[in-house]
């Protein structure tokens, strides 16, 4: 009696461990670019405009980085060669110099002579010729940073329509089938949204630096234009 009670015992218990077993979740994990592949389709513009606006971002800031350079020293030497009346000398200090603050010195100094508000506005506009160079491309930036977010939006909702139509024909209207199709199509939205982040702060990062520039050379103008009129 008793050998067959413990048989029943040990029966049970082994039922008890397969079903847990069983109900035990198979291994889902999955790596990071196997998570973005399952975006779709409109994963590949949105990584075209994700490696467009790295470009961008390194050709415009080293570009910037370069022009918008103020040498200070520059700007002593000038003053010496101008006040010794040494034109040519002062005009080759601005040339080797070779920054976008030398190119409206360097306007400056070939129209010495010339009446004080006659320089002045032309230094101004070499000024905002050099500005524009540092502009070119930005637009693109923000283009991209309005385009990315809608991408990824429009990648979502196709996705859900696809769903939906799913469950129309299949009938089959279970939570699993519906939240596994939505959040791969979310990844969509996410990823338009970080591209079009990092556009959007590239963007004005890249524009402030800009605007620095342009109060540094307004000051040099002013400091070029001083020197002139007293000598």
């Not at 596994?180 to 702060?201: D, F, W």
């Amino acid at each position: 009696m008793f050998s067959l009670i413990q048989l029943q015992a040990d029966t049970i218990a082994n039922a008890a461990t397969g079903a847990v077993v069983e109900n035990i979740a198979p291994n889902t994990e999955i790596s990071v670019l196997q998570f973005i592949f399952k975006g779709g389709f409109f994963l590949i513009p949105i990584a075209i405009l994700l490696f467009y606006t790295f470009y961008l971002v390194i050709e415009r800031y080293l570009y910037i980085q370069k022009a918008s350079k103020i040498d200070s020293l520059m700007m002593r030497d000038v003053r010496d060669n101008l006040n010794s009346g040494k034109l040519d000398r002062a005009l080759s200090i601005v040339e080797r110099n070779n920054t976008s603050s030398g190119n409206v010195i360097k306007e400056g100094i070939l129209l010495i002579g010339r009446p004080i508000s006659e320089i002045e506005s032309n230094m101004d506009r070499a000024a905002d010729i050099e500005i524009g160079e540092m502009e070119k491309h930005l637009g693109q930036l923000g283009l991209i940073a309005g385009i990315a977010p809608t991408l990824g939006f429009i990648g979502t909702i196709s996705g859900v329509i696809k769903i939906f139509y799913s469950i129309s024909v299949t009938e089959n209207i279970s939570i699993g089938n519906i939240s596994g199709g939505l959040y791969e199509k979310m990844i969509s939205s996410g990823s338009g949204l970080i591209v079009g982040i990092i556009a959007y702060s590239a963007y004005h990062l890249l524009n402030g630096k800009i605007d620095n520039f342009a109060l540094k050379i307004q000051k040099q103008i002013l400091e070029f234009v001083n020197i002139i009129q007293k000598s």
